[in-house]
């Protein structure tokens, strides 16, 4: 049998969810410390400039909460009971004032009893329970209190049975307690572990059409009914002792006969004993005005209050083993709209395209990492921006070659329109293969299609030394020297694979890093600044590569302040000590012998610092750049691709010098 849902919202025809912007997001927040993990949470809870975040939900969560309370209060039967009780007592009064046949000391006894009625509802409709009414309108007001209670208390265990019992009759009123006498024997069946399957379809095949839910077994009907049930005690938790007892005494009235009470007493014990674990002794604080409830929409609210509180639980993400799967749309829709329903869904489907797109991976201790797919996404995207920023401080056109027309440099690239290079056939139709094993389509592509790359340079070996101490994350360039080594990573690792690049962290001692390694390192308080352990094994790695350019870049925010001793202990003194300085000019002196064009990068202001780097740029012919935080991997990728045999990098602080040189310029 074929069952149709209401439409849920969303757009069908959408693209797939974009997790580009979800990743650069990520790894900022990795290059900061954070961990993979944590970093995917944290903008799931942001969300995206387009797409509401689960903060935004739980707001909206807590707004309607809070809305809810304040709107409403628990008095709506009770005055509603008030409104009838005078009304029947009007209507009596008057007719007591117009039977002129009617005897003087009967009339005279009936105006003094309504005149005395105690101030209670409660006690007021019991003290007129036996009353002979004389006027048939006061008759019919004082029925329907009795009418109304019965049908409160049943749509307190049953939604939409007061509207159902409007006028009813007795005999319909008999089917309700033949349906509530039927219910509790199934659920006592149930409870000894004595009923079947074909019970509970003889119950439902009589008694169904009072449960529109539709429940498929008895468990869907128990949870059905115990929710319910539950909130309908916790409204009676949060009215106040006298509102409380005024109902009590009331629910005697409910019909005109106890047998209800005793029935709903009987399903109420029961489910709480076949479901202890729901909420029956929580309480909620209404507001003083607002909209008097009924017991029926009071317990409604009462559920919708459960229901607010299980979203903000499932949104706040915050118990173990937690997903965005989790969250139940049906619930979200109905409290906030199909709207919200729509955003959390988006969020799902994108904590599963980050899962699963290869983007993040689980390390063989356990701890989710950045995968080098995703770290090469994320290093093409910082270096667009630092294409950028390049092209718009010279005011020049961006251009795709990466050297001059010429001899073949051996690297490849992705072909993009308006290049001349001749096409890489191997390259491109081994792209071809690869994507149609994974995805089909046709042979080939304009995607799969690589160019041969022309080289008019020489090799370069590059050190890039960058200043790990605490003092960088303190300041707030921590991130930023981050996406400058991973920017540079990603330059020489696509378009100029014949440099070899070297990533040297030095703090109160220095060591090479693996991209993954220094995007991930966070940031520990450690007194040293050590340049001279840093230059040490930069020469290493140009002395590794005599054929090659060496380039030394070095971004620091500090003066030398340890150094590595003969012995391989470190040495640290502030304010730096001579033979600190000594030793860091020494391995700088070694580097210029060995050709190595050098750039400092000097991150802040302070003026002994200004002094001392450029001075050891001036003794080595070098160059020093002073850029801001957010300039600083346009300026580090500047200098790379300015540097070649025989030229300089910069010209002076602030200068980005000659970016271009023989490397071209790329995008």
Same mark, same amino acid.
């Given at each position: ?19 580009a ?49 304040q ?30 046949l ?13 005149q ?8 007021a ?19 329907q ?14 939604a ?7 006028n ?31 019970d ?19 468990d ?5 009914l ?6 309908a ?26 047998a ?23 309480s ?44 139940? %749309? ?32 689980r ?28 092209s ?40 071809g ?10 042979l ?34 921590w ?9 540079l ?20 001692? =220095?060591?090479?890093?693996q ?6 390192l966070d =940031? ?5 600044t ?15 590569h ?11 925010d500090?003066?030398?302040t ?20 000594? %030793? ?10 060995l ?10 202001e ?11 740029a ?6 020093v750049i ?7 991997? =346009? ?5 790379y691709?300015?540097?070649?045999r ?9 200068s ?6 023989s ?5």
């Open positions: 049998m074929a069952r149709y849902l209401r439409y849920d919202g969303g757009d069908p025809l959408a693209p797939p969810v974009d997790i912007e979800a990743l650069d997001a990520i790894g900022e927040d990795v290059m900061a410390g954070y961990s993979p993990e944590r970093a995917m949470r944290e903008f799931l809870r942001r969300g995206g400039q387009d797409q509401a975040g689960l903060d935004d939900l739980a707001r909206r969560v807590a707004e309607r909460r809070r809305d809810l309370l709107r409403n209060n628990l008095d709506g039967t009770l005055q509603e009971v008030r409104e009838l009780l005078e009304r029947a007592v009007l209507e009596e009064r008057k007719q007591l004032a117009r039977d002129a009617m005897d003087d000391g009967d009339r005279a006894f009936r105006e003094m009893r309504l005395n009625l105690p101030d209670s509802p409660a006690a409709v019991t003290e007129l329970g036996d009353y002979d009414w004389q006027s048939s309108e006061a008759r019919e007001a004082f029925e209190i009795k009418d109304l209670l019965g049908r409160e208390l049943l749509d307190q265990r049953f939409g049975m007061k509207q159902a019992l409007e009813a009759t007795e005999q319909d009123r008999q089917a309700i307690n033949e349906m509530l006498s039927d219910l509790n024997d199934l659920l006592e069946k149930h409870a000894a572990g004595e009923d079947t399957p074909e509970f379809q003889e119950f439902m095949d009589k008694h169904g059409q009072h449960f529109p839910e539709n429940p498929q077994d008895i869907e009907l128990l949870d059905t115990a929710q319910r049930s539950a909130a005690q916790r409204m009676l938790n949060s009215m106040t002792p006298e509102q409380r007892a005024e109902l009590m005494q009331l629910s005697a009235q409910a019909f005109g006969s106890p209800l009470m005793d029935q709903l007493d009987r399903l109420d014990q029961n489910l709480m004993d076949l479901r202890p674990g729901e909420d029956w002794g929580g909620e604080q209404f507001g003083e005005g607002g909209t008097g409830l009924g017991l029926g929409d009071g317990t409604g609210v009462l559920q919708d209050l459960a229901d607010l509180d299980a979203l903000a639980d499932q949104l706040s993400q915050a118990y173990g083993g937690a997903r965005l799967d989790d969250v139940d %749309l049906d619930k979200l829709a109905r409290q906030l709209g199909n709207e919200a329903a729509v955003d959390a869904r988006k969020l799902q489907e994108l904590e599963k395209a980050l899962r699963q797109s290869g983007a993040m991976e390390s063989f201790d356990g701890e989710l990492r950045l995968t080098p797919k995703a770290m090469r996404q994320l290093g093409k995207a910082l270096l667009r921006d630092v294409a950028q920023k390049l718009g401080r010279q005011g020049q056109r961006d251009l795709r070659q990466a050297g001059a027309a010429g001899e073949l440099s051996g690297a490849t690239r992705p072909w993009a329109f308006g290049d001349t290079e001749p096409w890489d056939i191997p390259r491109t139709m081994l792209n293969v690869l994507r149609r094993s994974g995805e089909g389509g046709p080939l592509s304009i995607e799969d299609v690589e160019v041969s790359e022309t080289e008019a340079r020489t090799q370069a070996a590059v050190a890039l030394c960058v200043d790990t101490s605490f003092s960088m994350a303190m300041d707030g360039r991130v930023p020297m981050k996406q400058t080594a991973l920017a990573h990603t330059l020489i690792g696509s378009r100029f694979r014949g440099d070899s690049l070297e990533l040297i962290g030095f703090g109160r001692h =220095a060591e090479t890093m991209i993954e390694q220094l995007t991930a =940031a520990k308080w450690a007194k040293g050590n340049l001279h352990h840093a230059l040490l094994l930069a020469n290493r790695h140009f002395r590794k005599p054929n090659a350019q060496p380039v030394l870049l070095i971004v620091t500090g003066e030398p340890s150094h590595l001793e003969s012995s391989g202990d470190i040495f640290f003194s502030y304010p730096p000590h001579p033979m600190t300085i000594a %030793l860091a000019v020494r391995e700088l002196d070694n580097a210029q012998r050709g190595a064009q050098t750039t400092f990068f000097r991150l802040g302070d003026p002994g610092l200004a002094r001392f780097i450029d001075s050891m001036r003794r080595v012919d070098g160059s002073a850029p801001e935080e957010g300039d600083l991997g =346009a300026a580090v990728v500047g200098s691709l300015g540097s070649r025989g030229g300089r990098s910069g010209a002076g602080p602030g980005y010098g000659d970016m271009f040189g490397r071209g310029f790329w995008v």
